[in-house]
């Protein structure tokens, strides 16, 4: 099965450091990934898509994507308690889905 | 802008009863679809997604139906409720790219 894997955490990082979440899969056919923001009782938020190897930077979120190693990663540089929240992380499966991991819990704090 | 919308917000149903939840999408056209459910502290389950009028896809096997009467409405039913059936359900539509967009979802207590 087509699987994407993320350390559940909790993951604690202090206010103003660097928060880095990680993500493998599977599928080395998947060529588009996503990260999302879900804060407690909502719905996810789309923050970062990665389709090529590398890094893509978006304000404090980089997105990661190292397609030998079928990694993804997300780093928060100069975090803040407002981005304490779980991050999922989706990887295109092509069939018009996505497959979501389990998702990390991060909290920062001040 | 594109803008989706599920109703109710929260719900509370006794075991056995029916279910109906609505999802809509406004300013885009024949939208992929998607129904998740997540219960509490755990990841998202595709149940069901459809990619045109009365195209509906069935990830897991179950005492769900989904229906697409519409280009831009997506229902999920029940005839009768579970306790399992309790969650976190979610209506999602996909962009060009394979990224999707989540409604504010709407929470399920079965009692």
């Known amino acids: 099965q087509k699987e994407v894997e993320q350390n559940s955490g909790p993951l604690s990082v202090p206010e103003g450091a660097i928060a880095s979440l990680n993500c493998t899969y599977s599928?080395?056919?998947?060529?588009?990934f996503f990260w999302y923001r879900q804060y407690s009782g909502k719905s996810p938020e789309l923050i970062m898509f990665?389709?090529?190897?590398g890094d893509k930077e978006d304000g404090r979120f980089t997105a990661q994507l190292n397609k030998a190693s079928q990694y993804v990663s997300l780093l928060i540089r100069d975090s803040q308690p407002s981005d304490s929240a779980t991050y999922l992380c989706?990887?295109?499966?092509?069939?018009?889905?996505?497959?979501f991991g389990q998702g990390t819990r991060l909290t920062i704090n001040p | 802008s594109q803008t989706i919308h599920q109703w109710p917000a929260t719900l509370v149903q006794p075991v056995g009863s029916p279910l109906s939840l609505e999802c809509t999408v406004e300013?885009?056209?024949?939208?992929?679809l998607y129904w998740y459910r997540q219960a509490a502290g755990r990841g998202l389950q595709l149940l069901f997604y459809?990619?045109?009028?009365?195209?509906i896809s069935s990830e897991v096997p179950q005492n769900l139906s989904a229906s697409r009467p519409q280009d831009r409405q997506f229902i999920l039913s029940s005839k009768k409720l579970l306790l399992s059936d309790s969650g976190f359900y979610l209506c999602?539509?996909?962009?060009?790219?394979?990224?999707?967009?989540f409604g504010p979802g709407t929470r399920l207590t079965v009692t």
């Open positions: 999602a539509w996909s962009g060009d790219r394979g990224e999707q967009y």
């Open positions: 599928d080395r056919g998947s060529q588009s």
């Open positions: 990665i389709y090529s190897n």
């Open positions: 989706a990887a295109f499966q092509g069939a018009q889905k996505l497959v």
């Open positions: 300013g885009t056209s024949n939208p992929n």
């Open positions: 459809s990619v045109g009028i009365g195209q």
